[in-house]
């Protein structure tokens, strides 16, 4: 009994996604069950027993009986993530052929070895037959082409021939040692890919007396996987590019107002949030500008829509406008082939929020213009103008309004964008803010950095004395910082910049004698020194005293302390 796999151009191919047929052409159809559509069938039903891949880039091969038919099934995992799956069919013939037919064809074929090339190279894209000392006695005429080698393989064993990595992994080498049939996917040395099926003959004392291996081209199919590969990960990309720009900022605490001048702010932000109007927020470097910005998107009717950032003074003169605006492929030199949607189409159903929108140049402030008045903008190159719907919120820490007398910015512009103002005030004029914000951040560091700081009196005396004029944006670095850096949970005022920790020093004169002042900061410089350093000796090396001194302080301000 032989069994020979059908032509391979009646072989079928199958896609399978999560369980299901999604597609099937006309002669894996007409192989699985004829005139009857299979297309959104689940694969267990069309084919019964059929083993799903359970790893990417490995050949799966069964042999089913499907409906009376024989099938060569080999199947490859695309995207496990996705369940995507291909199926590829063939139908084995079995044919009964007696001894004597059998002589006359191997005879046939040895005065005529051309004869067996014309079938193989019809049949398949390679064959290669070994005999039982595992030597190569015959392989296709190209092969030199196929495999990109240059040396005759004939007489070779295919061990030796898998060193030249003519084609590796070598199904031929497994099959052979393993004694059984085996399919895999080989790489020849000229970079392409083939599935490689090698057939050990076995005779009745279970050895071998030779072996066939015959392999198709996939090449097509293996770049098509790569580039699916590659187009995953470009979406991927993409999702969470989208998802940062819609989501940006989104999940934050509710904006922190223990004082009345914030209270009240927040008190205004809630009345003009549903109202669609244009919005200007001032405030120094640091005030939190943006969280105030997305407080109100998040609190009007846009915000199932995008909330788009964008800073005017962090991108460069240049490429603001096509940031802005988008361009048409070909627009300028540079330009990208399919051209570029702008951040104010970006923000379209949504909010655009413009930072500092002291820094943006004259001529941009007129297109900026023209799209606020006519709700439709033009893409650099373009001469179609662009329907586009959004509220702009602007931010800027400058005096605009001095900005408009010297010509800087545009008046008309101003008055667009200042429909209604907030003015969000420095940290350091609402005091009673700076307590909540500093447990807020210390609560927020020690959980992004696995700690479990907590500030002594000192320190929180010594925070909400300083000025801050970096603002919030100041306040949360420091307190990050002395989370990360501190040597101890109990965070003292040596963890603190120096400018912060010896600021109040004026304070220890402030009431009292002289004397008392002055104990008062010794006792501040000797306990900031121990939280420093921890020993008599380093004690004494940083105030400049014998350690025996510095035993007598350290007991004298350190409640508890002995030697």
Same mark, same amino acid.
């Given at each position: ?108 074929? *040895?005065?005529?070895? *051309? ?38 393989? $004939? ?38 890919? *083939? ?69 009240? $702010? ?136 001095? *900005? ?37 951040? $210390? ?11 907590? $500030? ?108």
């Amino acid at each position: 009994m032989f069994e020979w796999i059908e032509d391979k151009a009646l072989a079928g191919t199958i896609k399978v996604k999560c369980g299901i047929m999604v597609y099937a052409d006309e002669k894996a159809a007409a192989l699985l069950a004829g005139d009857v559509k299979v297309e959104n069938c689940s694969v267990e039903k069309v084919l019964p027993g059929f083993i799903m891949p359970d790893t990417e880039d490995r050949l799966n091969h069964q042999v089913l009986q499907i409906k009376g038919r024989k099938l060569d099934i080999n199947s490859i995992a695309v995207s496990l993530t996705d369940g995507l799956v291909y199926v590829f069919i063939s139908e084995i013939i079995e044919k009964t052929i007696d001894e004597q037919d059998i002589e006359n064809v191997i005879k046939n074929i *040895h005065k005529n070895p *051309h004869i067996l090339g014309a079938i193989v190279r019809y049949i398949f894209d390679d064959v290669i037959i070994v005999d039982g000392q595992g030597v190569l006695r015959w392989r296709v005429p190209n092969y030199k082409e196929l495999y990109g080698i240059e040396e005759e393989i $004939l007489g070779k064993t295919i061990f030796e021939i898998e060193k030249l990595k003519a084609w590796y992994p070598s199904a031929s080498v497994k099959a052979f040692r393993e004694k059984r049939r085996v399919t895999l996917v080989n790489r020849f040395k000229n970079k392409t890919y *083939h599935i490689c099926t090698a057939i050990p003959i076995i005779n009745a004392e279970n050895e071998i007396e030779g072996l066939i291996s015959y392999s198709n081209d996939i090449s097509e199919f293996m770049e098509i996987k790569k580039q699916y590969a590659k187009l995953e990960i470009l979406m991927a990309r993409y999702f969470y590019e989208i998802e940062a720009l819609r989501k940006k900022d989104i999940h934050f605490p509710e904006i922190i107002r223990k004082s009345s001048q914030m209270k009240n $702010l927040i008190e205004l932000s809630l009345k003009v949030a549903p109202a669609d109007v244009n919005l200007l927020i001032t405030g120094e470097s640091g005030v939190g500008k943006n969280l105030m910005a997305n407080f109100i998107h998040q609190n009007s009717d846009r915000a199932k829509g995008p909330f788009i950032e964008i800073n005017c003074g962090a991108i460069p003169e240049n490429l603001l406008e096509s940031e802005l605006f988008g361009y048409v492929a070909g627009a300028f030199t540079g330009a990208g082939r399919k051209g570029k949607i702008g951040m104010i189409e970006t923000a379209n159903g949504g909010t655009l929020f413009l930072d500092e929108i002291g820094e943006l140049p004259l001529n941009l402030q007129v297109k900026l213009l023209k799209v606020i008045q006519s709700k439709t903008l033009n893409k650099i190159g373009d001469t179609q103008p662009v329907k586009v719907d959004f509220r702009l919120i602007a931010a800027t820490n400058k005096d605009l309004k001095s *900005h408009v007398k010297s010509g800087i910015f545009r008046e008309d512009l101003y008055y667009r964008i200042n429909v209604v103002a907030l003015s969000i005030p420095p940290i350091r004029d609402r005091k009673d803010d700076i307590f909540p914000l500093i447990i807020h951040f $210390l609560n927020q560091a020690n959980k992004k950095f696995g700690k479990n700081r907590t $500030l002594s009196n000192d320190t929180v005396d010594a925070l909400m004395n300083y000025d801050w004029p970096g603002n919030v944006r100041e306040l949360n670095n420091i307190i990050e910082r002395v989370v990360i850096t501190a040597d101890r949970d109990s965070v003292s005022p040596a963890a603190l910049p120096d400018n912060i920790k010896y600021l109040n020093t004026a304070s220890f004169v402030s009431e009292g004698t002289l004397k008392f002042s002055l104990e008062r900061l010794e006792a501040q410089i000797v306990k900031d020194a121990y939280a420093r350093y921890r020993t008599t000796i380093g004690v004494g090396k940083a105030l400049g005293i014998s350690q025996a001194s510095s035993v007598r302080k350290l007991q004298k301000y350190i409640d508890g302390y002995s030697t």
